[in-house]
T-cell receptor, first 116, second 107 residues
Framework: DGGITQSPKYLFRKEGQNVTLSCEQNLNHDAMYWYRQDPGQGLRLIYYSQIVNDFQKGDIAEGYSVSREKKESFPLTVTSAQKNPTAFYLC???????????????FGPGTRLTVT | AQRVTQPEKLLSVFKGAPVELKCNYSYSGSPELFWYVQYSRQRLQLLLRHISRESIKGFTADLNKGETSFHLKKPFAQEEDSAMYYCALGGTGKLIFGQGTTLQVKP
């Protein structure tokens, strides 16, 4: 069940600490995405990247940062500025650079982050 | 503004009953609609997309531009259909997801 991997599965941090979530894909996909999944709120887009060394803010980027130095990797840092960081984080990738249309997104298994 | 609305948080039916998961969207351009499904302990995955007009696991969805809807239907629900279902809107360079509907199929 490879393709997109996220690590770790569970992550615990103290309030005030930055934490980085890993996302790697071996599908040779151009685009990668980070979502946050909260009960009753669906999936909300944090950041996305359509090509290496470029990324755009999604709907809830405040308190988060990303990098895309390699095609296969798109790590997400949850900073201490994120007011409500405890959530389930999903990474996804898609095979083409979205322009006017969309292609299927492939999702990772997720990381559950708990901040206390 | 682009938006996807799934009005039901939970839909509970008995095995063999028809199922309809509602999805309405708001988008002024040419929409691309998808249904994604998340079974227990599994990854979120694509169920179907409107451009392919195919039936997957007995599910179908028709894009109704007049009513701006993309409801997911299945004539006879099975227990293995129990999952979280998300409707998603594309055509904007990114996907916009609805809040999700949990489908519970009781034996």
């Amino acid at each position: 069940d490879g393709g997109i991997t996220q690590s770790p599965k569970y992550l615990f941090r103290k309030e005030g600490q930055n934490v980085t979530l890993s996302c790697e894909q071996n599908l040779n996909h151009d685009a990668m995405y980070w979502y946050r999944q909260d009960p009753g709120q669906g999936l909300r887009l944090i950041y996305y990247s359509q090509i290496v060394n470029d990324f755009q803010k999604g709907d809830i980027a405040e308190g988060y940062s990303v990098s895309r130095e390699k095609k296969e990797s798109f790590p997400l840092t949850v900073t201490s500025a994120q007011k409500n960081p405890t959530a389930f984080y999903l990474c996804a990738s898609s095979p083409h650079i979205p322009r006017t249309g969309e292609t299927e997104q492939y999702f990772g298994p997720g990381t559950r982050l708990t901040v206390t | 503004a682009q938006r996807v609305t799934q009005p039901e948080k939970l839909l509970s039916v008995f095995k063999g009953a028809p199922v309809e998961l509602k999805c309405n969207y708001s988008y002024s351009g040419s929409p691309e609609l998808f249904w994604y499904v998340q079974y227990s302990r599994q990854r979120l995955q694509l169920l179907l997309r409107h451009i392919s007009r195919e039936s997957i696991k007995g599910f179908t969805a028709d894009l109704n531009k007049g009513e701006t809807s993309f409801h997911l239907k299945k004539p006879f629900a099975q227990e293995e259909d129990s999952a979280m279902y998300y409707c998603a809107l594309g055509g904007t360079g990114k996907l916009i997801f609805g809040q999700g509907t949990t489908l519970q199929v009781k034996p």
